[in-house]
């Protein structure tokens, strides 16, 4: 009779990657939770009734393009939103170009990750907007809004530049009801055109 011995399986926790093999496992993981963030904000957007984009390619200057999480029309104007889903404590200042990220169990003295400001990603992507708008009216509005979906704590300066889920649907509630007319309208579908242009070259 032959005994089979069996092979306990290492959990993932156990494995050891290399520094390249950690980078390429981080990138995949945000663009996984990115991904859930932008799932769980379009799904919001999509329920207010309001004109919306998704994932807008539109031209930045130079023959490059820029992707736009979300855009969406009110009676006010044109509405460019950022989404990040980020986890560990987040800290920093509105105009900081880099925000600083710690997770609970790391090293007291270990530097903290540097993320580029969604704050300032976001203020490229309403220049993008506002460039083809003012083509039709230079009057017209552009409104950043910057949601994060994790589960990040963020320092105060944060909050107060930031959406929470719950408070991008309170702000889409309070938006007037009424059908945008007029050049707000054709600025619209000069960036709806631009979205198609972009993603066909």
Known sequence: MVRLRRHRVKPPGSCRLTAHEMQVWRSFRAAIQGEKGESAVAHVLDRSGLAVLHNAMLPAGDSRTTQIDHL???????????????????????????????????????PPRLIYSPVMQNAAHCRAVYALARLVDPTIQVFSHVVMTGTAVLSP?????????????????????????????????????????????
């Open 157 to 201: 300066a944060l909050v107060a530049c930031t959406l929470s889920l719950s408070e991008l649907e309170t702000l889409l509630y309070g938006l007037e009801r009424h059908v945008p007319r007029g050049t707000l309208i054709d600025a619209w579908r000069r960036i709806g055109l631009a979205c198609h242009a972009s993603r066909h070259q």
């Open 72 to 110: 969406f029309l009110s009676p006010r104007g044109i509405h460019v939103v950022e989404t990040k889903r980020y986890g560990g404590e987040l800290t920093g200042h509105p105009e900081d170009e880099r925000w600083r990220q710690r997770f609970a169990g790391e090293a007291p003295d270990a």
